[in-house]
């Protein structure tokens, strides 16, 4: 049995709760973070010293993992399927480096600049302009996953994989934001067929409602 701390309002917890349901994986999850507190316990820092969400563990025995794409990885390899998380080298470099590419560049450049602006400032202390140029960056990081997606239905190619939960995790909170948005039909596209994954509506489409500032 999975054991996971963090709440279910973490971006970073959604995507590996999305890799648990895409898994289909059996699991406990403990409401920790945000309005939860509970990450600066002796108990949690023992298990995450940088005090910070979403912390596995997979059994009793089990290490404690931290780092959302790290715990994601260590997910697909054990319980993915070959297409997943590819056991060749070369395929799983491939699927990895759309994955690293979704989380370290993409997800980067629209959690902090675009959501955190937009939904955990107060409006009066937004800057417009600044978010108008963040919404233009990430669109341009967009564009390198429209060309993708142009090609075959799936970030890294004709299979849904770890690439998939580290990209599409963002896109229902950029969808959702109140700003204008550049059209890129292949990536909306790739949205509406995420919507349609019962993993993806359980554990991604979440309201952020208590976000707001």
């Known amino acids: 049995m999975l054991k996971i701390w963090g709440r279910a309002t973490s971006s970073n917890v959604q995507a590996v709760m999305w890799t648990v349901g895409e898994l289909g994986l059996e699991f406990e999850r403990y409401d920790i973070g945000h309005?939860?507190?509970?990450?600066?316990?002796p108990e949690f820092l023992a298990m995450n010293p940088n005090g910070l969400i979403p912390v596995l563990k997979d059994g009793e025995d089990g290490?404690?993992?931290?780092?959302?794409?790290?715990?994601?990885?260590?997910l697909a390899a054990r319980y993915g399927s070959d297409a997943f998380w590819p056991a060749d080298p070369a395929a799983r470099a491939h699927v990895d480096k759309w994955a690293e590419w979704a989380k370290s560049t993409a997800?980067?450049?629209?959690t902090t600049p675009i959501f955190w602006q937009l939904v955990r400032t107060p409006e009066k202390d937004r800057d417009p302009a600044a978010i108008d140029r963040a919404v233009v960056a990430f669109d341009?990081?967009?564009?390198?996953?429209?060309?993708?997606?142009?090609?075959?239905?799936?970030?890294a190619g004709n299979d849904f994989t770890l690439?998939?939960?580290?990209?599409?995790?963002?896109?229902?909170?950029?969808?959702?934001v109140d700003t204008a948005r550049p059209s890129r039909p292949a990536v909306e596209a790739y949205y509406a067929a995420m919507t349609e994954r019962d993993a993806y509506r359980t554990h991604v489409m979440v309201s952020?409602?208590?976000?707001?500032?």
Not at 35 to 41: I, N
Not at 140 to 155: I, P, Q, T, V, W
Not at 163 to 176: Q, S
């Open 35 to 41: 309005k939860f507190g509970g990450t600066d316990t």
């Open 107 to 110: 997800a980067t450049a629209f």
């Open 63 to 74: 290490e404690a993992l931290f780092e959302s794409a790290a715990i994601c990885r260590y």
């Open 163 to 176: 690439a998939d939960i580290m990209f599409a995790h963002v896109l229902y909170r950029y969808y959702t």
């Open 140 to 155: 341009r990081l967009l564009g390198m996953a429209e060309a993708e997606l142009e090609k075959h239905a799936f970030l």
């Open 208 to 213: 952020y409602a208590e976000l707001r500032a």
